[in-house]
């Protein structure tokens, strides 16, 4: 089953939180891309970012498991904010 079309309303990018087992040094930021990396008091890691469809979950997930890092939760926590349009550039033939 495919995601829905992002451009319909309510649809798109959902953001995910990926919980692991242990504590991930800063320097993993780099490897997760968009995601946040939140050490928390349990001794886990929570992974929060978007994934703009399944496919792109999957690759996170993929991630995850190259890394060796034992995957404990994966949540979707709801759609990820819009993304503005490109600012429009000014057209130069404006006012003649």
Same mark, same amino acid.
Not at 4 to 14: F, L, N
Not at 28 to 52: C, E, I, N, Q, Y
């Given at each position: 089953?495919? *995601? ?29 891309? *968009? ?17 703009? *469809? ?35 550039? *000014? ?6």
């Amino acid at each position: 089953m495919s *995601d829905p079309p992002p451009d319909r309303p309510g649809h798109g990018p959902h953001r995910y939180e990926i919980r692991v087992d242990g504590h991930l040094s800063p320097r993993w930021a780099a490897w997760f891309g *968009d995601l946040t990396l939140t050490a928390m008091s349990d001794g886990t890691t929570v992974l929060r970012g978007p994934a703009v *469809d399944q496919a792109a979950l999957h690759g996170l997930l993929r991630k995850v498991r190259d890394a060796g890092l034992p995957l404990l939760c994966v949540t979707q926590v709801g759609l990820a904010p819009p993304t503005p349009p490109p600012p429009i550039p *000014d057209d130069p033939h404006a006012g003649e």
